[in-house]
T-cell receptor, first 111, second 113 residues
Framework: QQQVKQSPQSLIVQKGGISIINCAYE??????FPWYQQFPGKGPALLIA???DVSEKKEGRFTISFNKSAKQFSLHIMDSQPGDSATYFC??????????WGAGTKLIIKP | DTAVSQTPKYLVTQMGNDKSIKCEQN?????MYWYKQDSKKFLKIMFS???????INETVPNRFSPKSPDKAHLNLHINSLELGDSAVYFC????????????FGQGTRLTVV
């Protein structure tokens, strides 16, 4: 129940395309769902986050879609750019205030 | 002005040695964490401290001992290093326990030979 399952493990997208990364969870007590972006040699950094009372949140080219009934959420990157190439992690905050992390998705944007 | 800084950035050492990694945050946060990231990029929380008090201690060998001398510092000491300890270790902080944003340091790449 504490898992967050993330897919795909890796993703290659052409420049200008849409990148989509999916996550699924089981624990309905999770109440905060962030996405982190990690560049090589750096620590993860918060990209965008959502709470389960909304179905979508958009910040620039990045959008989180949230489906509470299906217990799924996804990150969409519109007009993907080579500078978006990074590892992306979804996560969920549990009732003990602990972040439960997905396994990560390595995204490569081809010029 | 780095928000979460950890030293050293790279650490190469022999099996059986004892080593420490230092972490400092200048954000005024109450909560600090240590994470381990393996070669497959999987992030695993090791410890969580809130106001210098240990909150979370995941299943981590007792060779790993965190120490928080004050709210701004959380150091990690590792005894009797093993090959399997090779990984990148990240320190992080958040404003409070369950804070909506965790700020990570740049990581310490530990290689045990």
């Amino acid at each position: 129940q504490q898992q967050v399952k993330q897919s795909p493990q890796s993703l290659i997208v052409q420049k200008g395309g849409i990148s989509i990364i999916n996550c699924a969870y089981e624990n309905t007590a999770f109440d905060y769902f962030p996405w982190y972006q990690q560049f090589p040699g750096k620590g993860p950094a918060l990209l965008i986050a959502i709470r389960p009372d909304v179905s979508e949140k958009k910040e620039g080219r990045f959008t989180i879609s949230f489906n509470k009934s299906a217990k799924q959420f996804s990150l969409h990157i519109m007009d993907s750019q080579p500078g978006d190439s990074a590892t992306y992690f979804c996560a969920a905050l549990d009732s003990n205030y602990q972040l439960i992390w997905g396994a990560g998705t390595k995204l490569i944007i081809k010029p | 002005d780095t928000a979460v800084s950890q030293t050293p950035k790279y650490l190469v050492t022999q099996m059986g040695n004892d080593k420490s990694i230092k972490c400092e945050q200048n954000l005024g946060h109450d909560t600090m964490y240590w994470y381990k990231q393996d070669s497959k990029k999987f992030l695993k929380i090791m410890f969580s401290y809130n106001n210098k008090e240990l909150i979370i201690n995941e299943t981590v060998p007792n060779r790993f001992s965190p120490k928080s001398p004050d709210k701004a510092h959380l150091n990690l000491h590792i005894n009797s290093l093993e090959l399997g300890d090779s990984a990148v270790y990240f320190c992080a902080s958040s404003a409070q326990l369950g804070g909506t944003e965790a700020f990570f340091g740049q990581g310490t790449r530990l290689t045990v030979v």
